[in-house]
């Protein structure tokens, strides 16, 4: 079981936005702004697109935005596209002795 | 710019170490922070361990006390080993790269490797 809770898959249609939430504790998302959000298609590696709640690495998406409210961390996709479809991660520091903690992975499907 | 390769065997027995290593090319492992990260099939993310070429390492709890994480800085390189396996260790595993700013590592892992997949098996 994952310390991160994310709902097990999202869906839209091309051009609507959608949100993937991720709830944790006092001792990780809500403790710092250290969350980060992951990419990962079939096959590849995670890929980087939110640090820090919500700034995207260069040459990523300005579609895609991060933020936090107390214990739960939102990543948001709008003007959705097929290739959003792949599964996302969120990922927080936290102050127990596991350094960094995952969600669970959230799938997007796009209809 | 900077890329991770991990490589090992793909299949260890139960019982035994599982031994992996990533190579950095691109750019000096002495100049960020590195962790390990696994997948099992069709699950999640999990942390593995963390550290610095000084020799500072940090690791998850649920795994201290099977794993150690090395580093050969003359081959810009840093293994992963983890002891003891069992079916529960099949997974990919990732090395990944932390970011520094004036020294102090980032939260989060902006470079990955393409990963390398283990499977525990007799």
């Known amino acids: 079981q994952s310390a991160l809770t994310q709902p097990a898959s999202v869906s839209g249609s091309p051009g609507q936005s959608i949100t993937i939430s991720c709830t944790g504790t006092s001792s990780d998302i809500g403790g710092y702004s250290y969350v980060s959000w992951y990419q990962q298609h079939p096959g590849k590696a995670p890929k980087l697109i939110i640090y820090?709640?919500?700034n995207r690495p260069s040459g990523v998406s300005n579609r895609f935005s991060g933020s936090k409210s107390g214990n739960t961390a939102s990543l948001t996709i709008s003007g959705l596209q097929a290739e959003d479809e792949a599964d996302y991660y969120c990922s927080s520091y936290a102050s127990s002795n596991t350094l960094w903690v995952f969600g669970g992975g959230t799938k997007v499907a796009v209809l | 710019q900077v890329r991770l390769q991990e490589s090992g065997p793909g299949l260890v027995k139960p019982s035994e170490t599982l031994s992996l290593t990533c190579t950095v090319s691109g750019g000096s492992i002495i100049s960020y922070y590195w962790s390990w990260i696994r997948q099992p099939p069709g699950k999640g993310l999990e942390w593995i361990g963390f550290?610095?070429?000084?020799?500072?390492?940090n690791y998850n709890p649920s795994l201290k006390s099977r794993v150690s994480i090395s580093v050969d800085t003359s081959k810009n390189q840093f293994s992963l080993s983890l002891s003891s396996v069992t079916a529960a260790d099949t997974a990919m595993y990732y090395c990944a790269r932390h970011p520094t700013t004036s020294g102090f590592y980032s939260y989060y892992m902006d470079v990955w490797g393409d990963g390398t997949t283990v499977t525990v098996s007799s």
């Open positions: 820090d709640v919500n």
């Open positions: 550290f610095y070429y000084s020799g500072s390492t």
